[in-house]
């Protein structure tokens, strides 16, 4: 590392590397405690207990976080219920509308503070949460702000009506963004919200709960309680639920279908994927390089739509696992902070472990495992990024969601085996296609039993473009129009 006296500085064992660039801390502000956020005030949960929220770049507590019990969620969906019959199921859809974009302001005017917390809460380097993560957010909201006194447009010759009291669960992968997904949809059809973020991740939606009372908004119409698993659970098994929105594994998801099954509560769920992203040999290899380090390395592969399997044209593959292995020797990994860093922290201990299960279960089925090396501080929660070649498709490395910065690497020789060997995966969230020539494009993407497939780019997100999966990736749409009709009834 440079002593930062020079910007940059030749290091003859690695080449170039950069000063470090950390970003500030000293602007933004964390309270040594969190309470639930209730009816429009914070206030302490019933049980008395809280929970740490640690930095996984550093082990270090950032804040004790409230533990809501069954007698909280009780207290959280009644205010939501009486914000929805008094106040907000009655107010003009213009008016709504107006505080969404109050909200999506504010985010915008806290980008800073709001995209330094979600790195040092969650890991993921500073430059994505502050050039994804939180434009992102703030874009959901000013897009459904722009429906809420729409919806007749959305939805002609139907009378959309809100469904009432929303309980949703969110993952830790994008902390904000995941509010946002499910709350500004929620508010601009005219719902009440009751969300729980993960517990390695709750200080965002925490901070969001200081923009809701910095945005007016009636008491009652967001409550953003913390807690565990147990918490989601009695969400999803209140009675006075309308609907239950939650993103995180295929696993939980499955038990939540089954919570709802026989009850007349609408849900989506957004689970686990296993992307193929796959390269042709036509392709502009050196983008499609920069791409499939995006799309698998991209938030430490903390991404469910990830593009985990690379399927590479046999003609090509040599060109390409050598130009990726070169390209990984030069990514950083390190300090979510530093504006250089590429890959931050896995997000906890518990999926550092899972993620290391993989790598000795990769290398004990018979794959060959390439990482870039390079050295990580001690302290803290890091996997370097990693290839696994040779693998077959048996292997529980390409078959089983990893969610960390490994890839399983195949070839092909034909577009139709291309296809094949994509589908052939209990999931179908996304998908990637590199190629010069558009109608492989098209024939691809019209193959491919994926929700999103991206062309010549992966992991590109609009708050217009509708989002979710096919199979075990789970049900229904979030974004776009599609995400509106989550949160309605049509008559
Ligand atoms: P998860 O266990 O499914 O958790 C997602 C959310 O559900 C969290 O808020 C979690 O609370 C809550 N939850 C846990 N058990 C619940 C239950 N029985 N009923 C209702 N809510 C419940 O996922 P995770 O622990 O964050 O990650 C585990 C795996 O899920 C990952 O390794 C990855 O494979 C997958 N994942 C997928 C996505 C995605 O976007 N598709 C995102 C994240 C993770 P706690 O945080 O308190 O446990
Ligand atoms: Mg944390």
Not at 143 to 149: N, Q, R, S, V
Not at 150 to 177: C, E, M, R, S
Request: glycine letters at 10%; a neutral charge.
């Amino acid at each position: 590392m440079s002593d930062g006296k020079n910007a940059i500085k030749l290091n003859y064992d690695t080449g170039w590397e950069y000063a470090a660039a950390p970003e500030s801390t000293d602007h933004i502000n964390i309270n040594d405690r969190y309470e639930l956020f209730i009816d429009g005030k914070f206030t302490a949960p019933k049980s008395g207990a809280y929970f740490d929220t640690i930095n996984p770049a550093n082990e270090k507590t950032l804040a004790s976080v409230a533990q809501a019990s069954k007698a909280d969620v009780n207290r959280a969906v009644k205010a939501a219920r009486g914000a929805y019959d008094n106040v907000w199921s009655k107010m003009k859809a213009a008016e709504r509308g107006k505080y969404i974009y109050r909200i999506a302001r504010i985010i915008q005017e806290r980008a800073r503070e709001f995209a330094v917390i979600e790195s040092m809460d969650g890991g993921k380097p500073i430059r994505e949460a502050r050039d994804v993560d939180i434009p992102l957010a703030a874009a959901h909201f000013f897009y459904y702000a722009g429906w809420a006194d729409k919806l007749d447009y959305a939805f002609p010759q139907k009378t959309p009506k809100p469904l009432g009291v929303a309980g949703q669960i969110i993952p830790w992968n994008f902390p904000l963004l995941m509010a946002a997904w499910k709350i500004a949809p929620a508010l601009a059809c005219g719902n009440t919200v009751v969300l729980k973020p993960a517990e390695t991740t709750p200080l965002t939606a925490l901070k969001l709960a200081e923009v809701i009372q910095a945005a007016d908004l009636p008491p009652g119409v967001v409550n953003i309680i913390t807690g565990d698993g147990s918490t989601g659970a009695a969400i999803v098994d209140h009675d006075d639920i309308d609907k239950v929105a939650f993103t995180g594994s295929t696993d939980v998801g499955r038990i939540i279908q089954r919570a709802l099954a026989g009850t007349d509560k609408k849900y989506t769920l957004e689970l686990g994927g296993k992307a193929a992203n796959i390269i042709f040999e036509d392709a502009p290899i050196d983008q499609a390089v920069e791409g499939i380090v995006n799309a698998i390395f991209f938030n430490q592969g903390h991404v469910c739509c990830a593009g985990s399997r690379l399927l590479v044209q046999e003609s090509v593959a040599k060109e390409v696992i050598t130009k990726l292995k070169e390209r990984m020797q030069t990514l950083v990994v390190g300090d979510p902070l530093d504006k250089n860093t590429d890959i931050g922290a896995i997000n906890s201990a518990a999926q550092l472990e899972r993620i290391n299960d993989y790598l000795a279960l990769g290398q004990k089925e018979g794959a060959e495992m390439y990482q870039a090396g390079g050295k990580t501080p001690k302290k803290g929660y890091w996997c370097q990024p990693t290839l696994f070649t040779d693998v077959a498709q048996s292997h529980r490395v390409v078959r089983e969601e990893i969610f960390g910065p490994v890839l399983a690497i195949q070839t092909f020789r034909t577009l139709d085996e291309a296809v094949s060997k994509a589908n052939n995966t209990q999931y179908g969230l996304s998908g990637g296609v590199w190629t010069d020539k558009g109608a492989k494009i098209f024939k691809v993407g019209q193959n491919i039993r994926a929700g999103v497939i991206w062309a010549n780019t992966f992991n590109k997100f609009d708050p217009t473009s509708p989002f979710g999966g096919y199979k075990e990736s789970g049900v229904g749409r979030e974004g776009g129009l599609h995400g509106l009709s989550a949160y309605v009834n049509l008559h």
